[in-house]
């Protein structure tokens, strides 16, 4: 019997990613993040979701991609996943919600050294789709100890 893979797909400039949709708690829109002073680089601040502060990251800073620049429909398209990582729940900002897909681990490849900038240390492999490569993270590798402590004050 075949083993299937769900994994929620996303967009982050023009690569696409997947985080396996076990470690997703929702998807929320786009929306105010508050700054947080003397924070990690690519942690933008934090949001209110219902009551619950939650640090937001954005992985295109912590991929060092270049920044973007967002049209009006760009920033439509744009949303927080909000994930549970190492029993903390963190947002990481994405371009683009794209779908639920369903894969089996058959067809996971080890991952190359480096693509697109992204050290494989924080990929768990990559799958080739008709299109592109998909690029499965590795959510308990994008953060170390030390970061998520710092994410939540306790450092």
């Known amino acids: 019997m075949e083993t299937l893979m769900s994994l929620v797909t996303f967009k982050i400039g023009n690569e696409l990613y997947g ?3 076990m470690e997703v708690r929702e998807i929320v829109r ?3 993040v508050t700054p947080i002073p003397n924070c990690p680089s690519f942690v933008d601040g934090v949001i209110t ?6 640090p937001i990251v954005d992985l295109g800073k912590r991929f060092h991609f270049q920044p973007l620049e967002y049209t009006e429909e760009d ?18 900002m994405i371009d683009q919600v794209n779908r639920v897909v369903n894969i ?3 067809q996971i ?3 190359p050294q480096v693509i697109a ?3 494989a240390e924080y990929i768990q492999g990559v799958v080739k789709t008709e299109n592109n490569l ?3 993270l590795n959510i308990k590798k994008l953060f170390s100890r030390y970061e998520l402590l710092q994410l939540t004050g306790r450092a």
């Not at 979701?49 to 939650?54: F, H, K, P, T």
């Open 134 to 136: 998909l690029i499965i």
């Open 117 to 119: 900038g992204i050290g």
């Open 75 to 92: 920033e439509l398209l744009r949303g927080i996943i909000i994930i549970n990582a190492e029993d903390m729940i963190i947002g990481v």
């Open 104 to 106: 089996s681990y058959d």
């Open 19 to 21: 985080i396996d949709i």
């Open 49 to 54: 979701l219902r009551g619950e502060i939650i």
């Open 30 to 32: 786009l929306t105010e």
């Open 109 to 111: 490849q080890p991952p």
